[in-house]
């Protein structure tokens, strides 16, 4: 009897083998038209842990309700029509099960927001939607760390990351910066708040330990006070905008302590220390117009930036990622991005 087994066992342990071997990275679903992995039957984590890795993009694309990692974009050097973008790692809330409380299929319409951060040796992915969701997500496990669903009609726009663990959130209807207690929980809703009309971008800066936060014509400085579990807001800082309609805050990587600032009309470079808003000027002027996210290359300091085209149903989306600095491009066939940011930046 064990003479006939033994031919079979072998065969299965050669094929377990083979399985184990498959790399992680090739094991995500792409959707047949833009790409994105597809959402229907799929789980809220696509692909292998996150890891940032040189020149990959995070985009948040409203066409398929996902945070897609992108990889490659840093060496395009001119227009190329990708139909099959190189989805390395995804991200949907309407699949995570931790997350089924928080009702993903209203909370998690038009995504609007995604960044890279690290805390305590953990990599997070922080997003947001304009149907109400915020969440802190560990890119290892896909599991939230934080989340909660501040109503449509608060419409969040951009989130962070504080080094104690709370979480703070732009909201562009509320009008409202709120520094939440997330340290106590994941689902902890006792926060602070800063009324700031248009509230559009907020950014911690460890340089000076103020938490800046952008509204339509306004960025300010807020020094956080209390404890983790009943923080406070305070301004101390305030600078009126060059040009109305405040959109993107990011800190610039190649200068530590200063900060891109998008507007209507213009990309601007702040600095703190002289309190002075510098123009930043692109190839094509029309590439300075209604940014919806910029920021620098770490190490490379090449600019990316995303702009609606309104050329689709859309009207603030847009299927082009921008470089400059060299100049180049890259259409996502099928994708409605509304940002993206490198992904190694935090």
């Known amino acids: 009897m064990l003479r006939r087994t033994l031919p079979a066992l072998c065969l299965a342990l050669l094929l377990w083998t083979l399985l184990l071997c498959v790399p992680a990275s090739r094991a ?34 409203q066409a398929s309700r996902r945070v897609l990692v992108l990889r490659g974009v840093g060496e395009l050097t001119e ?23 928080l009702d993903p299929e209203q909370s998690w319409r038009d995504p609007d927001e995604a960044k890279p951060r690290t805390l305590d040796g953990r990599r997070y992915l922080l997003t947001t939607a304009s149907g ?28 962070e990351l504080l080094p104690d663990g709370n979480v703070a959130v732009a909201a562009s209807t509320g009008g409202w910066v709120r520094l939440y207690a997330a340290s106590q929980g994941s689902r902890a809703t006792t926060h602070a708040t800063f009324r700031l009309p248009g509230a559009h971008g907020v950014h911690w800066d460890e340089r000076t330990g103020l938490l800046w936060v952008l509204g339509d014509d306004e960025l300010a ?12 807001l305070t301004a101390v800082r305030s600078a009126p905008l060059p040009d109305r309609g405040g959109h993107d805050l990011a800190p610039v990587l190649g200068a530590p302590g200063r ?35 910029l920021g620098d290359e770490p190490g490379t300091g090449r600019l990316l930036t995303v702009a609606p085209d309104h050329s689709s149903a859309c009207g603030w989306c847009t299927s082009v990622i921008r470089l400059h600095r ?20 935090r």
């Open 132 to 159: 109400g969701l915020a969440a802190v997500v560990d890119t290892a496990t896909g599991a939230g760390r934080w989340a909660a669903d501040l109503g449509r009609d608060a419409n969040p726009h951009s989130i």
């Open 28 to 61: 995500y679903a792409t959707d047949a038209v833009s790409g994105a992995p597809a959402v229907s039957g799929a789980p809220a984590v696509s692909g292998a842990p996150a890891t940032a890795q040189d020149g990959e993009v995070v985009a948040v694309d």
């Open 221 to 232: 400085g807020l020094r956080v006070g209390g404890t983790p579990a009943a923080p406070t």
């Open 79 to 101: 227009y190329q029509d990708v139909t099959r973008p190189p989805v390395v790692w995804s991200w949907a809330a309407d699949r995570a099960p931790d997350l089924g409380d």
């Open 259 to 293: 900060f891109w600032v998008s507007t209507l009309h213009g990309l601007w470079r702040y600095d703190p220390a002289a309190d002075r808003f510098a123009a930043v000027r692109l190839a094509d002027p029309a590439d300075e117009r209604d940014v919806k996210s």
């Open 326 to 345: 060299p100049e180049g491009a890259w259409k996502l066939t099928g994708t409605q991005l509304y940002k993206a940011r490198w992904w190694g930046d």
